[in-house]
């Protein structure tokens, strides 16, 4: 089974600065993405990408930015973090298209902002 | 764009009680995924259905697709406290047929408690 690991669990940064989430897979697939979940709203997509250098927006991408330099990594970038970008953040990976083939989740950030 | 909207919000059951948690889509669903998530934690793969009248099952689990495609429901048996969590229904927003985004649209969740 694909793995997919964000390397932090718990993160406390401070208004302004930059943040960067990682987020990796331990095999070869191209489609990874990036969602916020916060109570009552839900879980919202940010970023996503199909490959290499390619991006797409997703339905909330103010404030954030993503890298893709490589399949296997996937980042998510805070340009300057603000106090309502306190959140759960979640990547997942789509090991492939098809029926029975789910969506895999990482275990998540939960970023504070201060 | 798409929209789920689970019932209920929140669910308190005895254990060893069954019940229903129901997803509802304002258009046709080419895809439907079930997940699970602890609290904190990431979300955990139950199922997928994608045919009209689709329905399958895992362990004490299943989740059925209406003729329609507009709605799904996840069916829990003989609830017991590992079943506690926050279920959640996603859709695609795209047909497997053609290419596309895959992204995922999710429902709000639906937090179940199972008291022992």
């Known amino acids: 089974d694909v793995k997919v690991t964000q390397s932090s669990r718990y993160l406390v940064k401070r208004t302004g600065e930059k943040v960067f989430l990682e987020c990796v897979q331990d095999?070869?697939?191209?489609?990874m993405f990036w969602y916020r979940q916060d109570p009552g709203l839900g879980l919202r997509l940010i970023y996503f990408s199909y490959d290499v250098k390619m991006k797409e927006k997703g339905d909330i991408p103010e404030g954030y930015s993503v890298s893709r330099e490589k399949k296997e990594r996937f980042s998510l970038i805070l340009e300057s973090a603000s106090t309502n970008q306190t959140s759960m953040y979640l990547c997942a990976l789509l090991p492939r298209v098809g029926a029975n083939y789910g969506y895999t989740f990482g275990s998540g950030t939960r970023l504070t902002v201060v | 764009s798409q929209e789920l909207e689970q019932s209920p919000q929140s669910l308190i059951v005895q254990e060893g009680k069954n019940l229903t948690i129901n997803c509802t889509s304002s258009k046709t669903l080419y895809g439907l995924y079930w997940y699970k998530q602890k609290y904190g934690e990431g979300l955990i793969f139950l199922m997928m259905?994608?045919?009209?009248?689709e329905e399958k099952s895992h362990e004490k689990i299943t989740a059925k697709l209406d003729e329609k495609k507009q709605q799904s429901s996840l069916h829990i048996t003989a609830s017991q406290p590992s079943h506690a969590g926050i279920y959640l229904c996603g859709a695609d927003s795209v047909s497997y047929s053609g290419a596309g985004s895959y992204q995922l649209t999710f429902g709000k969740g639906t937090k179940l408690s199972v008291i022992p």
């Open positions: 095999m070869d697939h191209e489609n």
């Open positions: 259905l994608q045919k009209g009248g």
